[in-house]
């Protein structure tokens, strides 16, 4: 059973235009949001995150959004810089416990085209 | 200065082999994870300490034990190793585990192939 779902396996831009990123959840306990950047041979690593009780959270060319009606989020990158091309992780959590659990989905490979 | 290391990057065993993974965070943090990540790319939380106290076990089968000697060490072990368990091996680690998320820090991942 995947709770966290990222449909998009790939995706090609070009540079200095926008890139979006979504990701889909089905379980309702999920009160945390986060995107994790991958480059190849390298571990994940922490790029922004939403609590739930947000709808909107920005940091500099990266800003997530949650639609926590529609169990979505979106990670837009503006303007998208070929650095950027990585594999982008987005992953939940819930609280409520003494555990801190990431339910990763199955990433997208972001293509950024100078 | 590494934040989160492991070693071996690259391990080849045969089937039936056990081997050990180990990870060292020098981030002063209290929690630490093993991650799993298949061929499908799926990244799968396995295991997770807490001040050397086991709090997340997932359905691992009981071939793979980790070990936790102080807060800043959590090596995994593996007896009789299968054809399945071929996958890229993630640790991590974060700053506590309470009611406020805590940003996990990924080791470079260690990738396992079993013949």
């Known amino acids: 059973d995947q709770q966290v779902k990222q449909n998009s396996p790939s995706l090609s831009v070009q540079e200095g235009r926008i890139s979006i990123l979504n990701c889909d959840y089905t379980?309702?306990?999920?009160?945390?949001f986060l995107w994790y950047k991958k480059y190849p041979a390298e571990g994940p690593t922490f790029l922004i995150s939403?609590?739930?009780?947000?709808d909107k959270n920005e940091d500099g060319r990266f800003t997530v959004f949650l639609n926590k009606s529609a169990k979505h989020l979106s990670l837009h990158i503006v303007p998208s810089q070929p650095g950027d091309s990585a594999v982008y992780f987005c992953?939940?959590?819930?609280?409520?416990?003494?555990?801190?659990?990431?339910?990763f989905g199955t990433g997208t490979l972001l293509a950024v085209q100078p | 200065d590494t934040a989160v290391s492991q070693t071996p990057k690259y391990l080849v065993t045969q089937m039936g082999n056990d081997k050990s993974i180990k990870c060292e965070q020098n981030?002063?943090?209290?929690?630490m994870y093993w991650y799993k990540q298949d061929s499908k790319k799926f990244l799968k939380i396995m295991f997770s300490?807490?001040?050397?106290?086991?709090?997340i076990n997932e359905t691992v089968p009981n071939r793979f034990s980790p070990k936790s000697p102080d807060k800043a060490h959590l090596n995994l072990h593996i007896n009789s190793l299968e054809l399945g368990d071929s996958a890229v091996y993630f640790c991590?680690?974060?700053?506590?585990?309470?009611?406020?998320?805590?940003?996990?820090?990924f080791g470079p991942g260690t990738r396992l192939t079993v013949l």
């Open positions: 939403i609590s739930s009780i947000k």
């Open positions: 992953a939940a959590s819930a609280f409520g416990g003494a555990t801190n659990k990431l339910i």
């Open positions: 300490y807490n001040n050397k106290e086991l709090i």
């Open positions: 981030l002063g943090h209290d929690t």
């Open positions: 379980n309702s306990m999920f009160d945390y």
């Open positions: 991590a680690s974060s700053q506590g585990q309470t009611i406020s998320y805590n940003e996990q820090f």
